[in-house]
C-alpha cells in the first residue's frame, strides 16, 4: 500500500484531518479517502456516490490506511519544519 497524495484539510474542518489517494496491491487505486479523527483514533471513509459508499474496508485495512495516510501527514511536516530552517 503506498499513499500517492495527501491534501491536509484547513483547521476549522470538523473532524476531517485530511483528503488522500492511495495505490493498493494489485494496481488499485482510490482515490479521495477522507482521514478522520474519530472518538476511537483515526478513521478512513470512501467517498460517496448516489447517497452511499463508494467503498467499504474492513478494520484491518481501515486500520493500515489511517497508518499510512497519518505517517506520510506526518512527513509532510516534517518535511515542511526542515524547509523553514
Known amino acids: 500500500m503506498r499513499v500517492i497524495a495527501i491534501r491536509p484539510e484547513p483547521s476549522g474542518a470538523k473532524n476531517t484531518i485530511a483528503r488522500f489517494d492511495v495505490e493498493l496491491s494489485g494496481g488499485i487505486r ?10 476511537n483514533g483515526l478513521r478512513v471513509f470512501a467517498p460517496s456516490a448516489f447517497g452511499t459508499a463508494a467503498a467499504t474496508f474492513t478494520h484491518p485495512v481501515a486500520a493500515a490506511l489511517a497508518e499510512a495516510a497519518n505517517k506520510k501527514l506526518g512527513e509532510i511536516a516534517h518535511n515542511a519544519a526542515r524547509k523553514a530552517d
Open 30 to 39: 482510490l482515490f479521495n479517502l477522507k482521514l478522520s479523527n474519530g472518538g
